[in-house]
């Protein structure tokens, strides 16, 4: 070694904090005595069972532990070690062989000191060996927790569907295993089998930077578990049922058999498998559009788009593809000039799938959109909506109701329709008659009777609304009560032994009796039918995976005080964004509703026939079993599931 390599290396030493409590004249002596190497990336530092007798620092680059899962004889990482970080001292100090495999996942520079030079410097500096001891204990720490046998009952457990839902079904079936929450940077992993390190490892590998914690359980308790809460684990376990080789079904009432056999065996195989390749990959949407050579197709997935894998497909097809699905969606197929929207039904396993195509003249040709909507994630279960328990309870009450009417309000996009139809999926039942008027229908809902809107031929809300009155219905969904004519007739329905469930444009619960007054409905037939009212915002979800506790500012906490989200003195601590790699490093994922629910009782009742203004309706209101917005989002900011900016800003924009 020069002395310029000499003197980096003693510099390097002094930050390793195996060697903390050396002292730094001490320093320049180890130096001496170590040894350098470099290892190439993938190059075996050594192999599980190999003798060895020499301890390694990483001093640039990574390194990889690997452990063996006997029963499968596959491998996984039980842990990455990056600058200053300890290996092989197991080995070295027990005299035993290598515990398990390191590989250098980069180029990567590592200081050896051999047993001899170890020994030496415990002599001169007995708290290197304290140190190397505290680096052993973690790792057999860590192994045992990986390896987690102590038994517990699941339903001791905290469980957190969201956490399920960010591990595919496959992988959690296949290992028996169950993601329950994430604390601290720790996620609790049911097994039924701790030592199953591939599923562990598997599961590692999608929510990376988070450390698994395994915690055993019974198989008949796991077993239990899945049965018991089998309504609402989410859709990702039952899509990942679509398996790989289903054949696609295209269901079509109105176009002929003969129109959707036409076009080349070739095009129909290529179409079929673009569109089972984006379900599979639970795409939002999938764009194909022409370029000079070839067609490019990309996948929306979780919310970005990606290029599609596989052979290209040459620019000669394009047309035909264009065409192919055009007949599809009962489209113009000589129209190449002028945009068009359609849509494709299609079953692919069990599931049924609607595909709304958009067509767009380009330059190089015709640009097609496919978005694809899964008509069984249309009804979601309630309680994925409204997070907060006591709240979802009463609002399951009401939509029982065998009369009456519930509005569900909010401005546009924040999430009124798929409150209604999750209301409406309460209902589903072999002997409740169920119909909606839409504009348009959505999603074709199987077993329900749903009707579009379509002014041009006279089909509007009200009249549509008249007519499946005298078609005995149990429940009624009414997509907007947008005129008087309209709230007339769902105000009668209610009366006369119907439940309808209808979204009205106002921007908070009480706003909505307001709203049915300046319509010209009468105070007694509104009080009379009322049942209830939903009102909604939606804001960004928290990502649970990167979210740290934070204190808010004064300032902040001032800000919420003034919206009455929180008090002046509020002492606990919020989440604040940070953002990873699950979220993109937006910190936020998905969306939450925040929720206001009115209950109509008897004493709202009479403040609505007596004619009150709004003040007093709320004075009613809140002696009975009123939640305000601001209460549910005192719920989510506490619960950590949303920010204080995204609070604000829903409550800056009601007023
Ligand atoms: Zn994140």
Redesign the pocket.
């Known amino acids: 070694m020069s002395d310029a390599q000499l003197e980096q290396v003693t510099r390097f030493l002094g930050h390793v904090s195996l060697f903390e409590n050396v002292k730094p004249e001490y320093l320049p002596s180890i130096a001496k005595r170590v040894e350098e190497r470099v290892f190439a990336r993938g190059q075996i530092i050594f192999n599980e069972g190999e003798p060895g007798d020499t301890l390694y620092i990483v001093k640039a680059g990574s390194v990889g532990v690997f452990l063996v899962d006997a029963k499968v004889g596959l491998r996984f990482e039980l842990a990455r070690l990056r600058s200053g970080q300890v290996f092989g001292e197991m080995a070295m100090l027990t005299e035993q062989p290598r515990g398990a495999t390191c590989q250098a996942m980069e180029p990567t520079e590592c200081i050896l000191i051999s047993r001899p030079t170890f020994m030496a410097i415990v002599e001169r500096v007995p708290q290197v060996a304290l140190s190397v001891a505290e680096v052993l204990a973690n790792r057999v720490d860590q192994l045992n927790r990986e390896r987690g046998q102590t038994k517990v009952e699941l339903s001791e457990l905290r469980f957190d569907p969201d956490v399920y839902r960010m591990i595919p079904g496959r992988i959690l079936e296949r290992h028996k295993m169950i993601p329950l929450s994430i604390q601290n940077g720790i996620m609790s992993v049911a097994c039924v089998d701790a030592t199953d390190l591939t599923g562990l490892d598997e599961i590692r590998r999608i929510v990376r930077g988070v450390e698994i914690r395994p915690v055993t359980v019974g198989e008949a308790d796991y077993l239990q578990f899945l049965r018991q809460h089998a309504t609402q684990l989410p859709q990702d376990t039952q899509r990942a049922k679509v398996r790989r080789s289903e054949p696609i079904q295209w269901v079509s009432d109105d176009i002929k058999e003969t129109k959707l056999e036409s076009g080349s065996d070739d095009i129909k195989i290529l179409v079929d498998m673009l569109v089972s390749q984006g379900i599979e990959l639970e795409a939002s949407d999938i764009h194909i559009e022409p370029e000079l050579e070839q067609v490019n197709v990309r996948y929306r997935v979780s919310g970005l788009l990606q290029r599609r894998q596989g052979q290209p497909i040459p620019r000669a097809y394009h047309r035909a593809l264009a065409s192919r699905i055009k007949v599809l969606a009962d489209l113009d197929i000589s129209e190449r000039r002028r945009p068009q929207d359609g849509r494709i039904t299609l079953k692919m396993g069990q599931r049924q799938y609607d595909l709304r195509v958009s067509t767009m003249p380009t330059h190089e040709g015709e640009k097609i959109v496919l978005r694809i909507l899964d008509t069984a994630a249309a009804i979601q279960p309630i309680e994925r909506l409204i997070l907060a328990d006591k709240v979802c309870r009463v609002v399951k009450q009401l939509v029982q109701r065998p009369h009456g009417v519930v509005f569900v309000c909010g401005p546009t996009g924040s999430g009124k329709t798929t409150t209604l139809y999750s209301a409406v999926g309460l209902r589903r039942r072999e002997d409740t008659n169920i119909v909606t008027v839409e504009d348009p229908v959505e999603y074709n809902l199987p077993g329900i009777t749903q009707v579009s809107v379509n002014p041009e031929i006279g089909l509007k809300f009200a009249s549509i609304l008249r007519s499946f009155l005298r078609q005995d219905p149990n429940v009624i969904l009414v997509g907007e009560t947008r005129d008087a004519e309209t709230g007339k007739i769902a105000l009668e329905a209610g009366l006369t032994g119907h439940l309808v469930l209808t979204s009205l444009h106002t921007n908070d619960a009480l706003g909505s009796i307001q709203r049915l007054r300046e319509m010209g409905l009468e105070d007694y037939a509104i009080a009379a039918s009322l049942v209830g009212v939903i009102s909604q915002r939606l804001v960004r979800r928290l990502?649970?995976?990167?979210?740290k506790e934070d204190q808010p500012s004064p300032h902040v906490l001032e800000q919420l005080a003034m919206i009455d989200v929180l008090s002046r003195d509020f002492k606990g601590g919020l989440k604040k964004v940070?953002?990873?790699?699950?979220?993109g490093?937006?910190?936020?994922?998905g969306r939450v509703g925040v929720y206001e629910l009115l209950v109509a009782d008897d004493n709202l009742r009479q403040e609505i026939i007596a004619g009150s203004a709004q003040f007093k309706l709320r004075e009613a209101a809140l002696k009975g079993a009123f939640v305000p917005m601001e209460r549910y989002s005192h719920y989510l900011l506490t619960q950590g599931l949303t920010t204080p900016e995204e609070l604000l800003a829903i409550h800056a924009g009601k007023s």
């Open positions: 990502c649970p995976m990167c979210a940070v953002g990873c790699e699950t979220c490093g937006t910190g936020y994922r």
